[in-house]
């Protein structure tokens, strides 16, 4: 059974930094992307960052200077380090794996349950 299970999330005040990790099992990751996703309340779920099969990054702008999406592919973890936190990072954070196209929610095939991340002001 493939299982993605988040951790990481939790309050934090504007500025401030959090660690988000991703550990996947269930089967070889190999050939899939492990990104990062976001849905606010009353929002769409988002693109935030991804590693793809090929070792390359790729972030939402808002992201870019600020998040570090890592990848450790022995281990199938991906990690999220989430600096410089603005009150609009709040949502609940996803972890997902898949071989489609990378900025979708829809290329991906594994998704994690999510853990929240609340940036107060």
């Known amino acids: 059974q493939v299982q993605l299970v988040e951790s990481g999330g939790g309050l934090v005040q504007a500025g401030g930094s959090l660690r988000l990790s991703c550990a996947a099992s269930?089967?070889?990751?190999?050939?899939?992307?492990m990104g990062w996703f976001r849905q606010a309340p009353g929002k769409e779920r988002e693109f935030v960052a991804a590693?793809?099969?090929?070792?390359?990054?790729y972030y939402q702008d808002s992201a870019k200077g600020r998040f570090t999406i890592s990848r450790d592919t022995a281990k199938n973890t991906v990690t999220l380090q989430m600096n410089s936190l603005k009150p609009e990072d709040t949502a609940v954070y996803y972890c997902?794996?898949?071989?489609?196209?990378?900025?979708?929610?829809?290329?991906?095939?594994?998704w994690g349950q999510g853990t929240q991340v609340t940036v107060s002001s």
């Open positions: 269930g089967r070889t990751f190999r050939g899939y992307a």
């Open positions: 590693f793809s099969w090929s070792g390359g990054t």
């Open positions: 997902a794996a898949g071989r489609g196209f990378i900025r979708i929610a829809t290329g991906y095939d594994y």
